[in-house]
């Protein structure tokens, strides 16, 4: 595959990715946002695909196999059957207003490229605009968890956060190495395991709201 068109293939899917973070910060539904995460995995296995065709990189092929299955199937049922064993009916309530959410979301994309703008050096040809939609990927992650109130649309804004991280590192370094993806892959699925625990034990019939946590305290 000749290099201008895998830049061309990573900035397509790049902006994919930032429309999965648009429907992740004004969906006002939980599966919604679960759906959205499974997609932007799958867009981000694809990336690594194209950079491991591009590159002849075979530890790319393995980690966006394990993107597939973990991050794309894996993580997203598991969260859906958290949400299906709590009965979750309620639509997901926003700390911060949804415009507002949205317009920050916006802010948060133009100074990541500004950012990345000032860091010509550091760009990759390979990877065309990859970097300032990494770190909006991720910034836009910590977004997520900032506006909601609920524990699951938290961990959806996780994995979101995860998700740009590795972008970045597809950047920046044109494949983050394997060891190192497998055990971000394996801390993730640890803390979903427990996060589902905890919301199951916390909460048995409504979804866990973590302002009524603070009443544990007491």
């Not at 966006?64 to 049922?77: C, M, R």
């Amino acid at each position: 595959m000749s290099s201008p068109l895998a830049t061309a293939l990573i900035d397509y899917l790049g902006a994919l990715l930032l429309f999965t973070m648009i429907v992740i910060l004004g969906s006002s539904q939980l599966y919604r946002t679960i759906y959205a995460v499974a997609a932007q995995s799958a867009f981000l296995a694809a990336a690594a695909a194209v950079l491991a065709i591009a590159t002849r990189n075979l530890d790319l092929w393995v980690i966006a196999g394990i993107t597939i299955v973990v991050k794309a199937v894996l993580l997203p049922w598991l969260l859906i059957g958290v949400v299906r064993r709590i009965g979750v009916k309620r639509e997901i309530e926003p700390v911060v207003p949804t415009l507002l959410t949205l317009a920050i979301a916006a802010g948060t994309v133009v100074l990541s490229f500004q950012l990345a703008a000032s860091l010509g050096a550091v760009r990759q040809t390979v990877t065309g605009n990859a970097l300032p939609v990494g770190v909006a990927l991720t910034l836009l992650g910590v977004l997520v968890m900032a506006s909601r109130k609920t524990a699951l649309a938290q961990m959806v804004g996780l994995f979101a956060c995860e998700n740009g991280i590795f972008f970045t590192a597809i950047a920046v370094s044109q494949g983050m190495p394997l060891i190192i993806e497998i055990g971000v892959l394996l801390d993730v699925v640890l803390g979903a395991l427990v996060m589902g625990i905890f919301v199951l034990r916390v909460r048995s019939s409504v979804d866990a709201d973590i302002a009524d946590l603070s009443r544990l305290r007491a």
